[in-house]
């Protein structure tokens, strides 16, 4: 239980050096007035840790959950958009003549329209897909017909939509000197390379690509704008309900207090849907002009084409190692088209952090080209470059002559050697160890020849790969827990579900600290009019940065319960404790229900406060695992069927092990797609994307799911946090594409480098 | 001029709706009947959010014209049941946790609910060739195996004569 003694303790506001995306900043975080006890790997706990259903399992399934998609509003109008043609040019007239004039189209949108900061519909076109301009209309199908009639002229220009064509090419947007992010390459290095491949016994090299995969989320970008005077209501399918508001403002100029972002649920994200966007602005815009509410719902196709994708990668990459297998040098030179925008994912980063090697150096290329911008895609990066350096692996294993999974438990890395610090718990070991048994690891090869001895065609393969990520989480993130006068109890916090369940978790983390029932806790997310701030949903850290809040918010809510429930008792608060939505008095048999004590109050509110407090200093947190797969390959179409993938993973506590395995399932089957299937083609001459649709982009579909065995060490980080959780989301799709690549490698004896491992990817590479 | 009227039956309501002659049945089920539970995420055929049962087949409402249900009884998820009363399916759903963000979900339930309509007891290959065009992005695929074979156990189990009218 929380410790608060002597003077009543004050938060206080300290400046610190935080890690953000492997950047370190200087920054204020808020040191709260106390922190719970952590909750340690002993801990006896009820919610925390039990399989508890989806608190809106049942809601989804009836198909009503507050989608923004679904959204119904009064004389609602609907925005579609006019988009680039050609990869580069310059807009220089747009004939709205038969649009503007049919009588449900209500409005129109130019650059010249709108305020700056939007960034909307300039009249340089940089990409296939850009939005040139808005049409609103009365309905969906006349705003799609609408822009379908607008005439564009445009003066085109040369464009470069690959790495080489760039680095050679006139800038692809204004304002860039040359085409590279930051103007130059990124290199990171530690150690010395030349050294470490010269002591090498064994060295290999291998040239990897990765594709160009797509999002998807079934439910397309979407906002719904109303106004009320000032005051501006959007709903979003978003992934973060605080920066969309803080977005709109920035754009609109106007005060945040007028702003209010509603996501009640949302048709999965994946780190597409981090960001206000056109489709935000647009109908913000429109429904201000207008007066009356306005949805701007991207079409699949635009979907697909414009709101991010995970960039391609080149990579090249040299390891060297000892006879016995110790890595003495990590080489990777690596190029990424960004797209018109985008930040550094980087394939490089795992490279310095997965294997334990003191010499390693990265030099990564990423530059603009004109195509859309990439966004945040689960683990970016790191699922990049743990294709490449797995896969450099493997050919060391067998260069060495040693088992892959020897070769890997050889080189654990046991500490942050980017930081050069600990690690909280690294038990990449044990997932390795508790893997290799569920697959059958040590007995593969009499798998293997039972396998082929009934299909002779085709090719049986195991393959093994590792996954490290940063799931820290951190500071600020806020929460409020409040009891009812029913002795019902509300989460408060502005965070947002994508899907991953978030209202579960916080209501299991919230019930345990009251020592309520479950039922009678709910999580109220989704809206910036109700909940303190917490960050966007994404990087695996929502529970860690949220939960903390959460769980102390409901200690202070419990300690005020207690105070109020010791006079009605006559006894002091600290005779009593909480058990299933009941005060007791320690050691009798008297109690009254938390809504008995309610009650009794009135009016007179129970409420509690919660902040996330700094991380530790000075050591890593970090969630791991290891993935294996087999594989069947039919060498005579080509056709890799996975059959098998078992995921062990160390995540800390894991506050509920049935959303955490679909989690993980989530994430193996975007990494079988990512293997697989998945891939964006362009007419490189064009600029073109070519299959912007999901009947030609290939995601996986039920017919090819493997046996997933999905499985977390079971344990619990308090050093991390007081609840002990790291991340999940990210971590589950890294290691799935590099072990199926593996185990496709095992089972034909030749490697297919490039991904997808498509059938005539894979019967190109077969020895004729 | 007034657009053609649709004659047709929509969970268990006979109802003749003014649709113009190129309006989806996803278009009269969303915009017209303000039956938002069937969704819209491709418009165009690839992704299986919009199953509805017509007569008994699962059909994508986004490629079927509204006119071309003239005479047809159309079962969208709103007649499937309720978060207080609700189907075999969805339960199984529930407890197997099928659904992540859920917006494929009625879909898929639909489709599955087509399935056991007319076979009680599928095999795992039965369930997986069913389901096969009903697109999920975040990963529920095995919880849905589990949770179509668990409902069938349970309407086999509540209802001998047949689940054919347990699903109506």
Known sequence: MAERTGESPKRRFVSTTVEVEGRTEERVVEVPAFEPTPWDRDAKLTHVGARAPRVDALLKSTGRPGYTTDLQRARLAHVAFVRAPVARGRLTQIDWADVRAHPDVLDVLLHADVPARTRLFSPDITYVG???????????????????????????????????????????????????????????????????????????????????????????HAAVAEWEGERLTVWESTQGIYRVRENLAKALGIPLTDVRVICEAMGGGFGAKNYAGAHTYAAALFARRLGRPVSCVIDRGGEQVDTGNRPSSWQRITLGATRDGRLTAIVLDATVPLGIGGWEGGPGEIFHELYACPNVRTHETFAFVNTAAMAAFRAPGHAEGAVGLEIAMNALAKALGMDPLLLRERNIATHDQKKDRPYTGNRLAECYREGARRIGWASREQQR???????????RGFGVAAQ????????PSYATVRLNTDGSADVLTGSQDLGTGTRTILAQVAAEALGHALARVRAVIGDTASGPYAGNSWGSMTVASLAPAVRMAAEDARRALLEAAAGLLAVTPDALETRDGRVCVRDTDRSMTFGEVTAKLGNVMIQGHGSRGPNPKDVGIVTTGA??????????????????????????????????????????????????????RLDARLGLPLNVGLHDYKIPTIADLPRIDGHFLDGADPQANHVGARGIAEPAIIPTAPAIAGAVADALGVEVNELPLTPWRVLAALPS | ?????????????????????????????????????????????????????????????CLTLAHACTGHEIRSIESLGSADAPHALQSAFAAEDAAQCGFCTPGQLMAAAALLATNPDPSEDEVIAAMSGNLCRCGTYPKIVRAVRRAAATLRHADPAGPERAHG
């Open chain 2, 1 to 61: 001029m007034l657009p053609p009227l649709v004659q047709l039956t929509v969970n268990g309501r006979p109802l003749a709706v003014a649709a113009p002659a190129d309006a989806t049945l996803l278009d009269l089920l969303r915009d017209t009947l303000a039956l938002t539970g069937t969704k819209r995420a491709c418009d165009r055929g690839e992704c299986g959010a919009c199953t509805v049962v017509r007569d008994g087949r699962p059909i994508y409402a």
């Open chain 1, 468 to 475: 490290v990520w940063s799931t820290g989480g951190g500071p």
């Open chain 1, 627 to 680: 993935q294996f797969a087999e594989v069947d390959v039919d060498i005579e179409t080509g056709v890799v069927k996975v059959l098998r993938v078992v995921a062990v993973h160390d995540a800390g506590r894991i506050v509920n092990p049935t959303l955490a395995e679909s989690q993980l399932e989530g994430g193996i089957l975007q990494g079988l797609g990512f293997a697989l299937f998945e891939e964006r």
């Open chain 1, 130 to 220: 850009q939005p040139l301009a808005a049409v609103c209309a009365s309905t969906r199908e006349a705003a799609e017909r609408a822009v379908r009639a607008v005439g564009l002229r445009i003066d085109p220009l040369p464009h470069a939509v690959t790495v080489e064509a760039a680095l050679h090419a006139e800038a692809v947007r204004p304002g860039l000197t040359n085409n590279l992010m930051q103007g130059a390459p990124r290199v990171s290095a530690r150690g010395d390379v030349d050294r470490g491949l010269a002591e090498a016994a064994v060295t290999v090299t291998r040239e990897v690509r990765t594709p160009c995969v797509l999002h998807s989320a079934l439910e397309p």
């Open chain 1, 449 to 459: 020849a039972q396998a082929q001895r009934a299909t002779p065609h085709r090719r």
